[in-house]
């Protein structure tokens, strides 16, 4: 059984930091139910486990194809960032996504995200983006790291469903989804358009650009988009975060996508 001391769990625990995943391509995953996602992805390089969890979830280990350690309950500790410990957590291997990739395929539905540097906001565009149909996710500029393990929690799973790409240079991920023919649509409390008169475009092969949480998007970066939109809000509120942001305008271009065809 191998202990928190152990130089395999020290390995591990250094994809606790970004710098760590970034130098390995790798990452954690905490928890069955992203296990059994990355499972299903053949991403699952290797797998830590108590024996409690190895006891409950004996069928998941075998689907993991990957070797399988035991750890006692403070190697698990060390290995999770929940303040309750699943007691099962892979090591995998990052996915390669690439936005000409994403491109090449001719998607019907982006979602953009510039500045994003809340995982769980973050996680959870990934999971609407996912259930809406979307072709891939871009996180824009400096952002929070898609494989951080809070935003692996509040993808519930989607980030190994959907392409996820990160576009160091926000302006130039934009002038790539306009020259593969896609529309930019940029989200600003003050855009010109309002996303009621907006339902005309939506059936058109759409990016949809959404801001940071704290100051939106830059009067710049939203210059660069065909488009840019506010969400009518007849209440008090004066804007909503990006996550609810996303929510609202994916779900009008999927339904106005599902009506064209």
């Excluded at 995943?21 to 499972?39: K, T």
């Excluded at 010109?192 to 970066?221: K, Y």
């Excluded at 990006?242 to 106005?256: D, G, N, T």
Aim: hydrophobic share 50%.
């Amino acid at each position: 059984m191998l202990t928190e001391r152990s130089a395999r769990v020290a390995g591990a625990v250094k994809l606790h930091r970004r710098v760590g995943r970034a130098r390995s391509g790798r990452f954690l995953a905490e928890g069955p139910n992203l296990v059994q996602a990355a499972a299903a992805r053949r991403l699952v390089k290797e797998v830590f486990v108590t024996e409690v969890a190895a006891q409950r979830h004996t069928a998941l280990l075998a689907m993991a194809g990957a070797p399988v350690h035991l750890v006692s309950e403070r190697a698990a500790k060390a290995l999770s960032d929940t303040a309750t410990p699943a007691g099962l957590i892979a090591v995998c291997e990052m996915p390669n996504a690439r936005l000409d990739d994403v491109l090449a395929r001719a998607p019907q539905l982006i979602a953009a995200a510039a500045e994003i540097r809340e995982p769980g906001n973050a996680g959870t565009v990934i999971r609407l983006a996912d259930a809406m149909g979307a072709a891939a996710v871009v996180l824009c500029g400096h952002t929070v790291d898609p494989y951080n393990g809070k935003c692996l929690r509040a993808s519930a799973g989607s980030i190994f469903s959907i392409p996820v790409v990160h576009a160091p240079d926000a302006a130039s991920a934009v002038a790539d989804l306009r020259s593969a023919g896609l529309q930019v649509l940029a989200t600003m409390t003050d855009g010109e358009l309002s996303l009621d008169d907006a339902e005309p475009l939506l059936a058109r092969p759409t990016a949809w650009l959404f801001g940071p949480e704290s100051h939106g998007l830059s009067p710049q970066l939203a210059a660069l988009a065909h488009h840019r939109v506010r969400i009518p809000m007849p209440g008090a509120a004066e804007s909503l975060n990006v996550a609810a942001a996303a929510a609202i305008c994916l779900y009008q271009s999927a339904r106005r996508l599902r009506r064209r065809c």
